[in-house]
């Protein structure tokens, strides 16, 4: 309990929910169930963490104002709030104002169905032997190379394997990043600059259905339709 609560208290919480977004406007803050998709993963958070070890980053006013009192804000200035930045930069931006923070979890509001015990599960990978440097959560991917995923050629056409698997029986099991938890190394991500660079990482994984990730109106959909089951 003693190493749990140290580890508790020594990382940082960030939850990057920017105004606009390309693929399905507004949704950060498009309601979900009886609550904006944003306060997902800020109810979760606190359902573990201090508030104050909760730093939500946003540009937008009325994100602000529906977490006052709850956590920390971060007030996203414009050339990190643009289409092009990557989280790499949003993660960096904020770091540098907690220096006194180990680890640090990543939640992004796009995956509103991770649990408290998604949370601390992937939590005690990150405590393994191995000393990773980060532990990411997956799903096991329904497109495996040689079966489901090719290349074009030039003319268009597809450029097939010398080996095209005849089911998913004969191939191996791929996985597949689902946005939905990232634990990582405070220090060894400043060092490196970007969550890719870490090595090693461990997968955490989760099932499909607490998997989904918004970013378009199909997966919204599909949200809802699951939200019956997993909105708390």
């Given at each position: 309990?003693?190493?749990?609560?140290?580890?508790?208290?020594?990382?940082?919480?960030?939850?990057?929910?920017?105004?606009?977004?390309?693929?399905?406007?507004?949704?950060?803050?498009?309601?979900?169930?009886?609550?904006?998709?944003?306060?997902y993963s800020v109810d979760v958070a606190l359902?573990?963490?201090?508030?104050?070890?909760?730093?939500?980053?946003?540009?937008?006013?009325d994100i602000i104002a529906g977490v006052q009192g709850l956590c920390q804000v971060e007030l996203r200035p414009p050339e990190?709030?643009?289409?092009?930045?990557?989280?790499?930069?949003?993660?960096?931006?904020?770091?540098?104002?907690?220096?006194?923070?180990?680890?640090?979890?990543?939640?992004?509001?796009?995956?509103?169905?991770?649990?408290?015990?998604?949370?601390?599960e992937s939590l005690k990978l990150m405590q393994d032997s191995l000393q990773p440097e980060g532990v990411f959560s997956v799903s096991v991917s329904k497109h495996i190379p040689g079966y489901?995923?090719?290349?074009?050629?030039?003319?268009?056409?597809?450029?097939?394997p010398l080996k095209v698997l005849s089911g998913r029986q004969e191939a191996e099991e791929w996985l597949a990043l689902n946005g939905s938890i990232y634990w990582f190394n405070a220090a060894a991500f400043l060092r490196k600059g970007a969550l890719?660079?870490?090595?090693?990482?461990?997968?955490?994984?989760?099932?499909?259905?607490?998997?989904?990730?918004?970013?378009?109106?199909?997966d919204w959909e599909w949200a809802e339709y699951y939200g019956t089951k997993y909105l708390r």
């Amino acid at each position: 309990m003693q190493v749990l609560e140290e580890w508790l208290r020594n990382t940082l919480v960030i939850i990057p929910a920017r105004r606009d977004s390309k693929g399905l406007p507004g949704k950060n803050k498009r309601l979900l169930g009886n609550r904006p998709l944003y306060r997902y993963s800020v109810d979760v958070a606190l359902e573990i963490f201090p508030s104050e070890n909760i730093c939500l980053s946003t540009d937008d006013e009325d994100i602000i104002a529906g977490v006052q009192g709850l956590c920390q804000v971060e007030l996203r200035p414009p050339e990190l709030a643009l289409d092009h930045t990557s989280m790499n930069e949003v993660l960096t931006h904020i770091l540098f104002k907690f220096p006194e923070k180990k680890w640090c979890l990543l939640l992004q509001p796009t995956s509103p169905f991770r649990s408290r015990q998604n949370i601390l599960e992937s939590l005690k990978l990150m405590q393994d032997s191995l000393q990773p440097e980060g532990v990411f959560s997956v799903s096991v991917s329904k497109h495996i190379p040689g079966y489901t995923l090719f290349q074009m050629e030039e003319n268009g056409a597809l450029n097939l394997p010398l080996k095209v698997l005849s089911g998913r029986q004969e191939a191996e099991e791929w996985l597949a990043l689902n946005g939905s938890i990232y634990w990582f190394n405070a220090a060894a991500f400043l060092r490196k600059g970007a969550l890719s660079a870490l090595n090693p990482i461990l997968p955490y994984r989760m099932g499909r259905a607490e998997s989904v990730d918004i970013d378009t109106e199909a997966d919204w959909e599909w949200a809802e339709y699951y939200g019956t089951k997993y909105l708390r």
